[in-house]
């Protein structure tokens, strides 16, 4: 059953527009609170928000809905999501809140939920929720007397800051080390820059400006261009892209080459298992992931586990099989022993502190294998009927498969987030990619017209 609400990461849509309105949100909250409440104690609830315009009127809404479920609201203002993650369990919580849409761009946003153990919400927990949104919960709410109150909380950077830098071995330094960091205009403006000049490093920040509009805007992991030009006129050691709730990264190396997340899975887990830190015999990885990085680890002795898109499936299947180190190649890294959900700045710390130990450029570090040639190309359609199901483009992914063969592979999946078909293919044969990417998109984009 298609959920009405819930996608792949939450609540995600236009602002001001279903399902991103304030009234949603309201009962959004409302819903959430009334799920989580269990005991006589007072209930909590932490809110954390990047920096789009939108947050505001999300933010209002949702403590309206969790104070009238009678929780206590603490307002974290922006913060990192993995803060809100951490924030929630360290601040003994029933339930964390992020409203961000990661990222996408500033007239989008979205709602984040964490239960108190700091881990993201499960299909069902989610399907529960989603339940009571259309109903008439005015039975469940509190009383006058058991209403919620709304605080809001300092030094939320400060804590997040100390947490980050404590997942770098003890006594290491990154004094020396020239690192240009793009915030995104999002969520870390303030506490990556802070982080990284605090381990000693030297430290170039652009994106860290927000004005509620510009968040994701030409900058952060969606745009490393900008990054990749003062990397190269400042002669840095590294650049680091965020996006817009710092969930998520991308490096660029020295010689200003961007490095996706499927190199830096490469890199911890080969660094990890080294040290006798690598848990679970392996990575898990989602369905994009490149082929190069399954070939790497084989060759490690290690196993590649794929899983749905998105970092909560990855997360759900380490936590069930005991691994440490997942992520996606889009920059989601999840390390279970730091974290429960995607940290951009902690694993660009892991990075760094590979190259910090072998003390080589981040351009060798982060050179494990040669990618098989993959394209990914997204098809925007409407919501009039689902492309996928069009018997021309079904023939059109039958025949793509078949020309790829068995050493290859074809991923065809909406995406979660955006009205967007995404469409990855990758083989050895960069000519055969290209041909089965080119005649899929085009089929779609007649039927999506």
């Known amino acids: 059953m298609t959920n009405k609400y819930f996608g792949t990461d939450g609540i995600r849509g236009k602002a001001n527009s279903f399902p991103m309105t304030a009234e949603i949100a309201m009962k959004v909250g409302m819903a959430a609170g009334i799920s989580f409440r269990r005991g ?22 949702l403590v309206a809905g969790f104070t009238a479920a009678g929780m206590d609201v603490f307002l974290l203002g922006p913060v990192p999501t993995p803060a ?25 946003n979205g709602i984040k939920l ?37 605080t809001r909380v300092e030094g939320v950077v400060d804590r997040y800051v100390e947490f980050a ?19 995104a205009n999002g969520a870390a403006y303030k506490a990556a820059p802070a982080a990284l000049w605090e381990l000693g490093a030297e430290v170039i920040t652009i994106g860290d400006e927000p004005n509620g509009f510009n968040i994701n805007s030409g900058c952060g992991s969606t745009d490393t261009e900008k990054l990749s030009r003062r990397v190269h006129e400042t002669r840095a050691d590294i650049g680091i892209a965020l996006d817009g709730d710092a969930d998520r990264v991308l490096i660029v190396d020295e010689k200003a080459r961007t490095v996706d997340g499927d190199q830096m899975m490469a890199v911890i887990s080969e660094y990890w298992q080294d040290i006798s830190r690598l848990k679970g015999g392996g990575v898990v990885a989602t369905i994009m992931s490149n082929l190069g990085l399954e070939r790497f680890l084989n060759g490690k002795d290690l196993e590649l586990v794929r899983t749905k898109v998105g970092d909560r499936y990855v997360v759900e299947h380490m936590r069930k099989h005991g691994f440490n180190l997942g ?24 990075v760094l502190s590979v190259v910090r130990s072998t003390n080589r450029p981040v351009s060798e570090v982060c050179d494990k294998f040669e990618p098989v040639p993959q394209i990914l190309e997204n098809v925007r359609y409407t919501d009039n009927g689902n492309p996928l199901e069009d018997k021309q483009v079904v023939e059109a992914i039958k025949d793509g498969r078949s020309r790829l063969g068995d050493d290859g592979r074809l991923v065809i999946r909406a995406s979660g987030t955006e009205p967007l078909i995404r469409v990855m293919a990758e083989s050895d044969d960069e000519t055969i990619v290209r041909e089965v990417v080119d005649d899929i998109v085009s089929t779609l984009r007649k039927i999506a017209a």
């Not at 006589?40 to 809404?61: P, Q």
């Not at 499960?122 to 709304?150: H, N, P, T, V």
């Open 40 to 61: 006589n104690h007072r209930h909590r609830v932490v809110i954390g928000k990047d920096t789009r315009l939108s947050g505001y009127m999300i933010e209002n809404a």
């Open 84 to 108: 809100v993650a951490m924030l929630t369990k360290s601040m003994r919580c029933d339930i964390g809140v992020m409203i961000s849409a990661s990222h996408n761009v500033f007239y989008d």
């Open 114 to 150: 964490f239960g108190p153990d700091g881990y993201k919400l499960s299909d069902e927990f989610e399907a529960r929720i989603e339940a009571l949104i259309d109903k008439d919960m005015s039975s469940y709410l509190a009383s006058a007397e058991e209403l919620g109150r709304a």
């Open 165 to 183: 830098k404590r997942t770098l071995p003890q006594g290491m330094s990154l004094e020396g080390i020239r690192i240009v960091v793009d915030c």
């Open 327 to 350: 992520g996606e190649q889009s920059g989601h890294m999840v390390m279970s022993d730091f974290t429960t959900t995607g940290d951009g700045l902690i694993a660009a710390l892991q």
